[in-house]
């Protein structure tokens, strides 16, 4: 698809959008995903369908946004659903759209599912701070196992912490 021309890959687009909307649910879900793998897609195309009745179209476009041209622009609206009941889907591409924003806009951006996520949300949003090395996150972990809301939780933030060179100098905590 990539030696299409824009104009090919836009007609292409267009069959996948009419089976989105119009087949049946699995092709449907199929559609939405290859929809998203378009070369310069741009992620408004997808934005439509995160709000279906239906969970697997909801999931496919989850799933979708973070392979459009810009996954930068994206993470906001994957940490929306993080809380929700597709938060697993959702964190996920969240992971892949994560890598393409900067470090320090990343602490900001999973502080509110850091702060009232689900478990499986919060565990991930530990993982890609940690793992982009965001500034200000320690401060954000810190809070969190301050906050001490479940035990797992707790052995989750102090695991990944100690996996974290030089970490808990830098902020005074002794884990």
Request: contains cysteine; aromatic residues 8%.
């Given at each position: 698809?990539?030696?299409?021309?824009?104009?090919?890959?836009?007609?292409?687009?267009?069959?996948?959008?009419?089976?989105?909307k119009n087949g049946k649910l699995p092709m449907r879900a199929r559609a939405m995903r290859m929809l998203g793998?378009?070369?310069?897609?741009?992620?408004?195309?997808?934005?439509?369908?995160?709000d279906p009745e239906e969970p697997?179209?909801?999931r496919a476009a989850l799933t979708a946004l973070p392979w459009t041209a810009r996954p930068r622009d994206v993470l906001g609206d994957l940490l929306e659903h993080a809380?929700?009941?597709?938060?697993?889907?959702?964190?996920?591409?969240a992971a892949r759209a994560a890598r393409f924003v900067r470090p320090g806009e990343l602490a900001a951006a999973l502080a509110p599912v850091l702060a009232e996520g689900k478990v499986t949300a919060r565990k991930e949003a530990?993982?890609?701070?940690?793992?982009?090395?965001?500034?200000?996150?320690?401060?954000?972990?810190r809070d969190l196992w301050a906050a001490g809301d479940t035990q797992h939780g707790n052995k989750f933030v102090q695991r990944t912490v100690?996996?974290?060179?030089?970490?808990?100098?830098?902020?005074?905590?002794?884990?």
């Open positions: 698809m990539w030696r299409w021309t824009e104009r090919q890959r836009e007609a292409y687009a267009r069959l996948l959008d009419r089976v989105a793998e378009v070369p310069a897609m741009e992620p408004e195309r997808l934005r439509p369908y995160l697997l179209l909801r809380g929700g009941d597709d938060g697993h889907v959702a964190v996920y591409a530990v993982r890609l701070l940690a793992r982009h090395r965001a500034p200000g996150a320690m401060e954000l972990l100690r996996s974290w060179p030089q970490m808990p100098s830098r902020v005074g905590c002794s884990w």
